[in-house]
């Protein structure tokens, strides 16, 4: 095509969101959503109904709550412990039923997270925050988000916050992977919802993402794995998707059909027709890239592969 310029754009798409400032006092971990906003103590019949600006307002304060008590780790820590390499943990085994994604968003939704990186504000007694996602790995409180999201120094505190309004600190890092993006965290939650890893995906397969994209919480997108491939010799493989996600989104579970995570979000890469003084224009597809759950399972001891086993619905 004459005077074709293909024009690609790469963002990592964790949580550069425009940051949320409150001076506000909170502590403990009560549950964020009441039945007034249509969230817990609902019908079953009734849907999810998430209130974006409470969850956000909420997720907040509860953090401050647990710096101010004392109960989280200072992300400096946190950073210093990057450099763990495995970790032993007792992962759920995949399931072999097919679910429909409204099973999915109905089953695997108490497995995804708010991951809260908390920052000290430019005024006394305010603080700041940037939302990402992550998930369950483990009941005890394990749980998975991508590297980059931990590896923010200007960070005080990681805090996590439930589906079902409970929040918990980051405690510690167990394993981490840089250039695979990978984090696997402890934090002080228990009994807790994990999701199982699922085994190699392949290339047609649906899958489901659930991520809280720009500040829309638990938002729901389907596509299929669109190919496997490797960016650069030093990289493991990373998957490719097309189902929608956006800032805000690091770090969310991709499902497969089965309710198995199949990867985790980590970035996209825009793709532009030509340019105009030096600025990409008509944008023409968004590339969205995972990291598999192969490279997450890598860091579990013992579990490399993410094998196939028994079901757990």
């Known amino acids: 095509m004459k005077g074709f310029l293909n024009t690609a754009r790469n963002h990592r798409v964790f949580f550069l969101l425009s940051l949320v400032a409150l001076a506000v006092s909170a502590a403990g971990c009560a549950a964020l959503p009441s039945a007034s906003h249509g969230v817990a103590g609902r019908d079953t019949t009734s849907p999810f109904v998430v209130p974006d600006h409470d969850v956000a307002s909420e997720m ?81 409180g394990a749980i998975v988000t991508n590297y980059h999201v931990v590896n923010q120094a200007d960070a005080e505190a990681l805090v996590i916050g439930t589906a079902d309004g409970h929040y918990y600190a980051v405690k510690e890092v167990l394993a981490a992977d840089e250039k695979n993006d990978v984090a696997i965290l402890r934090t002080d939650g228990a009994g807790m919802t994990p999701a199982f890893l699922a085994p ?82 008509n944008l023409q597809m968004v590339f969205k890239s995972c990291v598999t759950s192969r490279e997450i399972a890598a860091l579990v001891s013992g579990a490399a592969g993410a094998g196939p086993g028994q079901a757990r619905n």
């Open 200 to 281: 190699d995906t392949p290339v047609g397969s649906p899958v489901t993402v659930i991520s809280h994209p720009d500040y829309h919480f638990y938002v729901l997108t389907q596509g299929i794995v669109s190919r496997y491939f490797s960016a650069h010799r030093a990289q493991n493989p990373r998957m490719a998707i097309t189902a929608d996600f956006a800032k805000g989104s690091s770090g969310a579970p991709i499902f497969n059909q089965y309710g198995g995570v199949a990867g985790m979000v980590e970035s996209t890469t825009s793709v532009y027709y030509n340019m105009d003084r030096g600025e990409p224009r």
């Open 60 to 140: 907040l304060r509860e953090a401050k709550g647990l710096i101010q008590s004392g109960r989280t780790t200072q992300v400096a820590a946190l950073i210093r412990q990057l450099d763990r390499k495995q970790c032993a943990l007792d992962l759920l085994k995949p399931s072999h039923r097919a679910m429909t994604p409204s099973e999915i968003y109905q089953k695997r939704r108490a497995s995804v997270l708010l991951v809260s990186a908390v920052k000290k504000g430019s005024r006394p007694n305010e603080y700041q925050q940037s939302i990402a996602a992550g998930f369950v790995l483990t009941e005890s």
